[in-house]
Nanobody, 124 residues
Framework: QVQLIESGGGSAQSGDSLTLTCTASKGSIGGSAIAWFRQARGDWREFVAVFGRNGAKVDYGDSVKGRFTISRDNRKNTVYLQMNNLQPEDTALYYC?????????????????WGQGTQVTVSS
């Protein structure tokens, strides 16, 4: 059982940067692929980025490639999402999720554990 807690969300202006943090308050993330997803109001949950168990696979959604960077520190049981050059279309509730089988997929159904989300709001 893994319990995930996201933090670091908030309000930003276009062009600003924010760093989101996903920490396991219970269990360990070391054996899992960890991903970030986001969901804007009224939209589907969208894949943002994933970092595989040992870093062999790192993948980004097309809309954030080149602007967002995912990283992890297993000693701290934490995954980060550095978001640069934020735009209003990045406004969403951001979730982290753990996949103990390490498929590191873009599809939500591979992820067994989810946090409650942290809101990011970007204004122009």
């Amino acid at each position: 059982q893994v319990q995930l807690i996201e933090s670091g969300g908030g309000s930003a202006q276009s062009g600003d940067s924010l760093t989101l943090t996903c920490t396991a308050s219970k269990g360990s993330i070391g054996g899992s692929a960890i991903a970030w997803f986001r969901q804007a109001r009224g939209d589907w949950r969208e894949f943002v980025a994933v970092f595989g168990r040992n870093g062999a696979k790192v993948d980004y959604g097309d809309s954030v490639k080149g602007r967002f960077t995912i990283s992890r520190d297993n000693r701290k049981n934490t995954v980060y999402l550095q978001m640069n050059n934020l735009q209003p279309e990045d406004t969403a509730l951001y979730y982290c999720a753990a996949d103990p089988d390490n498929y590191a997929s873009r599809a939500t159904h591979f992820y067994d554990y989810w946090g409650q989300g942290t809101q990011v709001t970007v204004s122009s």
